[in-house]
């Protein structure tokens, strides 16, 4: 649709999505991250391809496990600091309703887009679909980890249900794919679409052996073990196949000579065709080099000068709840949302690096409702050994504190410092706060639910904006 042309069904699809996002907010029900998108979605539902095609520069979409909330803000920042207007689920809200109303958003009564590109995170099953409805000019898939199984199955559900989109992909698709995952190589190996290999050549932060967690311990291709020469975060790592030969595509995007400055802020340099580039990234841990190393080969793939993508990162600041810094009554707080075993472990790896010991005190909180996964048996596989040793105290809260100070317990973590609370999650909190000094700093990793709600007592008490707000 042009500027000038004007779509009946289109317009009124928008205005009573926003009416709808306009009635939540003055009622006090949330941010309207959601419904407004479905109500739209239910009188026009060719609206996200009508309003897409509209955007001068196309959009990316962003798909993973682990780390799209994150990459899609650095992509939307490097975007916004070239100059582009940017349509963004930035809330997060990633189903098909969600980025619907990020659309709505951004659009004018009429049914006109305001923006020159979008950058959307996708979720893992809704990926397919949106990818059909925005016709994404580049695509982006960050990794594939086992998450939340009572929704979305095994990782061979997901796996081969991208792998059909891919392999319907045009050539005109630029695909920007983690190659250090080897079951992305394997469903994208044959795409038509102009595939962009990333990942790590990285000579010190390594693991020694796969996790007990690690989701792909052999060949997709045909089923031998896999080896590594380098291994870096659960199964991501310079693989290789010991039966069919197969091994890590050569990569156009290498990060290496990472320096991580606790949980504070991290170093790396990016070597891609046009030269090594020297970066500094406003978040720490591992996970976040493959995330900026993502944002970085997007931002290229546009275009965007080297020089904007680098001061862009180096004042990068953490999606709500993912490493997100707060100060409340005299003690410095960082969020840090777990989900998974892996991005479980990367935490706590991140919180022990320094000094290979957990020292200050932190608070676990666990739900298990929907949108966290019913099944809490993944606690089983976080590596909460990496917490036995140490003086940082153990709080736990939540629907599953009684499950995982019982984690704690069989983690080899002294008695003496688990402290199940109750499992209110604000009664927790302030009961957790007392026992953090004054001008100390503390961790909070909850759920997905319970970051909300912990978010929504702070932002209730004036401390936090509200995630649709940031």
Request: glycine residues 10%; proline residues 4%; contains cysteine.
């Amino acid at each position: 649709m042009t500027k000038s042309s004007f779509d009946p069904r289109l317009a009124l699809s928008v205005v009573g999505g926003k009416l709808t996002g306009t009635a939540i907010r003055l009622v006090g029900r949330g941010g309207g991250t959601a419904a407004p998108g479905l109500v739209a979605d239910k009188v026009d539902t060719g609206l996200l391809t009508k309003l897409s095609a509209q955007l001068p520069q196309g959009a990316v979409l962003v798909a993973g496990t682990n780390g799209k909330t994150t990459t899609t803000r650095m992509i939307a920042d490097i975007f916004q600091a070239n100059s582009w207007q940017v349509v963004h689920n930035r809330s997060g809200s990633n189903l098909v309703r969600g980025v619907v109303a990020a659309y709505l958003g951004q659009s004018t009564p009429g049914g006109h887009i305001r923006g020159d590109i979008g950058v959307i995170e996708a979720d893992e099953a809704a990926m397919p679909e949106l990818v059909r409805r925005i016709q994404p000019q580049v695509i982006v898939l960050n990794n594939l980890f086992r998450d939340q199984l009572d929704r979305y199955g095994e990782l061979d559900t997901i796996a081969k249900s991208w792998q059909k989109v891919v392999a319907q992909l045009s050539p005109e698709v630029t695909l920007i794919v983690n190659a250090d995952d080897q079951t992305l190589v394997a469903l994208t190996d044959n795409t038509p679409a102009t595939r962009i290999c990333i990942g790590l050549n990285e000579a010190h932060h390594r693991l020694e052996s796969l996790p007990h967690a690690a989701d792909a311990a052999v060949c997709r291709v045909c089923g031998a073990d896999l080896e590594y020469r380098a291994l870096y975060l659960s199964h991501l790592g310079e693989w290789y196949c010991t039966g069919c030969g197969r091994e890590r595509p050569s990569l156009a995007f290498a990060a290496g000579d990472i320096a991580l400055h606790g949980d504070r802020n991290s170093e790396m340099t990016v070597t891609a065709t046009d030269g090594a580039h020297r970066l500094t990234v406003g978040v720490p841990g591992l996970y976040n080099a493959y995330n900026a190393l993502a944002s970085a080969a997007v931002a290229r793939a546009f275009g965007v000068p080297w020089d904007v993508i680098t001061s862009t990162l180096t004042g990068f600041q953490s999606a709500f709840g993912r490493i997100e810094r707060i100060q409340y009554q005299n003690r410095s707080i960082t969020l840090a949302l777990v989900k998974n075993p892996t991005g479980f472990n990367e935490v706590l790896r991140m919180l022990t690096a320094e000094t290979g010991a957990l020292r200050h005190p932190t608070i676990i909180c666990i739900n298990d409702l929907d949108a966290d996964g019913r099944d809490v048996s993944w606690l089983w596989d976080v590596d909460f050994e990496l917490l036995a040793e140490g003086t940082g105290d153990l709080f736990t809260t939540g629907i599953r504190g009684a499950d995982m100070a019982n984690r704690l317990k069989y983690a080899g973590v002294p008695l003496t410092r688990i402290h199940p609370l109750s499992d209110d999650l604000a009664a927790a909190f302030d009961a957790f706060i007392q026992q953090v000094p004054e001008g100390a700093s503390a961790y909070i990793l909850p759920s997905y639910t319970a970051m909300l709600r912990l978010r929504k007592t702070l932002a209730d008490r004036g401390i936090v904006q509200e995630f649709w707000e940031q």
